[in-house]
């Protein structure tokens, strides 16, 4: 890919006064929509350690929701950043670039990131992250607890761009459904893949897919219909789909140009079981 794409981010902002409901946001037993309509000023919350910035929070560890990451949409005032994001032990994250140019320390070097610019941080490893522009950077902060495998150790730090990645296309589908993928899908270091995904007009997933990943869903552009549980649902750009395990799913991109989202899902470990015989 040689051409910087547009990525789709929160609108902020308010509607006027007079403009109806967006009519499309919906939470499920198996599936949520957040739509871009939603993501207003009035739903951004503050992060401790984090200056100059406001984070839309799409997803978060809850009863009844996200399981297994959070993901949030940062919103990185010139002069803003932090010099120590993650608070927690043991967490990893995925970093993507929509808009606006970023600079993440990482292992002792520094990595100037713009629209596509993608960033692993290992757990344990620290890092930092600042706008030293005159104008604002938007990125997705993607965070998952890792999880220890016996013989696994966790991966090491990398900074790449989608531009730099071929797409590679699933089979049969002639190139019309591809993924860029940021890992290697055979490195079970990674307990979670953070890929985009992209449909041609007219493209489909065509069988309800039905597994044991967790997904969450950012539309970075185009539109498509999405078979969620029962219900097919009209998704286009800026949209977040929450999908729980094991939820049916199926899509149809409906064009005029390609469908292209940013996929999250556990991947490589053993189900661990739990509940009363787990203990003994």
Known sequence: MTDTPSYAFAPGGLPPQTALHTGRAVFTEAYAVL???????????????????????????????SETFAHLLM???????SEAPEPEPGVEAVLFVAAGEGWLRLNGGEHALGPGGYAYVPPGLAWQFHNGSDHPVRFHWIRKRWEPAPGIEPPAAFVTAEQDIPPIAMPD??????????????????????NIVTLAPGAVIPFEET????????????????????????????????LRAFCPQACYAGGPGPFRYLLYKD????????????AG
């Open 267 to 278: 991947v490589n470990r053993l189900p661990r079981l739990r509940g009363a015989f787990a």
């Open 75 to 81: 919103e990185v005032a010139p002069h803003g950043g």
């Open 211 to 242: 597994h044991v990943m967790e997904h969450g869903l950012y539309v970075l552009q185009g539109k498509a219909v999405y078979r969620l549980n029962r219900d097919w649902v009209e998704v286009g750009p800026g949209d977040f789909l929450w």
């Open 173 to 194: 589908t002639g190139g019309r459904w591809a993924t860029t993928r940021f890992v290697d899908p055979a490195d079970l270091g990674h307990d979670m893949h953070v």
């Open 35 to 65: 739509p871009a309509g939603v993501m207003r000023d009035i739903v951004t919350s503050a992060i401790p350690g984090w200056r100059g910035t406001r984070a839309w929070v799409l997803a978060r560890p809850m009863s009844g929701f």
